[in-house]
């Protein structure tokens, strides 16, 4: 019984990012560490800072990411991608020429050697923000994504990052906010009331949020935030019976 791992928001090319690089490398040291072991990995969302893939065109850089995820899938590793709010603007790239399992749908329940997982990037879920839901419904028409993809990379690109950036520059020291508490947090609210409805559930597991908790809601029950591959580089490894997070450290912790 191989392992599963689980991991979000890496903002690969982020402008707000200094050493990006560096950042680049230690996910795919991670991710080549685990390539023998793992059963199969999922990736909650915003892997990259912004992605749109035109007819022919898509960003510049991310080689050795790609060329690491390509080299899993052609061992046989199964690699799930769900789309977050930064790069939900994929058309088959990542399919047919990474190999990966694309998801686009909002959440997927999932059974895993025999639990239940809710999956999910988690950006609308539990909140009621209006202008929020606007911005995401827009992001999502298809017509406005078509013409979008008129523009000219050169310029469509480069307007993603700086937009991408200036969202997480406004916030203090460019950071996410700490966490609010349980009863403020809007992906743990989500999953309490999710629960009410979906006793069955065992794991709810989001990205989005960049921070790393992990609760208990029930006896059978758990809720995990993944943290992000920015500042936290945490994951969490479910090895058929148990699921732990961990922060991966070069040369110092065993994925």
Same mark, same amino acid.
């Given at each position: 019984m191989k392992p599963i791992y689980f991991l979000s928001d890496a903002h690969l090319g982020s402008l707000a990012i200094v050493s990006r690089r560096m950042q680049e490398r230690r996910l795919v040291n991670f991710l080549d560490s685990i390539k023998h072991k793992a059963g199969a990995i999922y990736m909650l969302g915003d892997m990259f800072d912004f992605w749109h893939e035109y007819?022919?065109?898509?960003?510049?850089?991310?080689t050795r990411f790609l060329g690491k995820i390509s080299e899993l899938t052609d061992l046989g590793v199964e690699v799930h991608y769900f789309t977050g709010n930064h790069d939900l603007w994929m058309h088959g790239y990542l399919e047919e020429e990474?190999?990966?399992v694309l998801h686009k749908e909002t959440s997927c329940t999932v059974e895993l050697y025999g639990k239940i997982f809710y999956l999910a990037h988690g950006d609308g879920l539990g909140i009621d923000d209006r202008g929020?839901?606007?911005?995401?419904?827009?992001f999502h028409n298809k017509w406005a994504q078509? &013409? #979008?993809?008129?523009? %000219?990379?050169?310029?469509g690109v480069d307007f993603g990052l700086q937009w991408a950036?200036?969202?997480?520059?406004?916030?203090?020291?460019?950071k996410e906010p700490p966490f609010q508490g349980e009863d403020k947090e809007p992906l743990i609210l989500f999953a309490k009331?999710?629960?009410?409805?979906h006793p069955?559930?065992?794991?709810? &597991? #989001?990205?989005?949020? %960049?921070?790393d908790y992990d609760l208990m809601l029930s006896r059978t029950s758990r809720v995990v935030l993944l943290g992000d591959w920015i500042s936290l580089f945490t994951y969490a490894v479910f090895d058929?019976?148990?699921?732990?997070?961990?922060?991966?450290?070069?040369?110092?912790t065993e994925p």
């Amino acid at each position: 019984m191989k392992p599963i791992y689980f991991l979000s928001d890496a903002h690969l090319g982020s402008l707000a990012i200094v050493s990006r690089r560096m950042q680049e490398r230690r996910l795919v040291n991670f991710l080549d560490s685990i390539k023998h072991k793992a059963g199969a990995i999922y990736m909650l969302g915003d892997m990259f800072d912004f992605w749109h893939e035109y007819k022919t065109v898509v960003p510049k850089g991310f080689t050795r990411f790609l060329g690491k995820i390509s080299e899993l899938t052609d061992l046989g590793v199964e690699v799930h991608y769900f789309t977050g709010n930064h790069d939900l603007w994929m058309h088959g790239y990542l399919e047919e020429e990474c190999g990966v399992v694309l998801h686009k749908e909002t959440s997927c329940t999932v059974e895993l050697y025999g639990k239940i997982f809710y999956l999910a990037h988690g950006d609308g879920l539990g909140i009621d923000d209006r202008g929020f839901k606007l911005l995401r419904a827009l992001f999502h028409n298809k017509w406005a994504q078509r &013409l #979008f993809a008129a523009l %000219h990379p050169r310029w469509g690109v480069d307007f993603g990052l700086q937009w991408a950036k200036r969202s997480r520059l406004k916030r203090e020291d460019g950071k996410e906010p700490p966490f609010q508490g349980e009863d403020k947090e809007p992906l743990i609210l989500f999953a309490k009331r999710y629960l009410k409805d979906h006793p069955d559930i065992n794991f709810f &597991l #989001f990205g989005h949020r %960049h921070i790393d908790y992990d609760l208990m809601l029930s006896r059978t029950s758990r809720v995990v935030l993944l943290g992000d591959w920015i500042s936290l580089f945490t994951y969490a490894v479910f090895d058929g019976e148990h699921l732990f997070l961990e922060e991966f450290v070069e040369g110092e912790t065993e994925p």
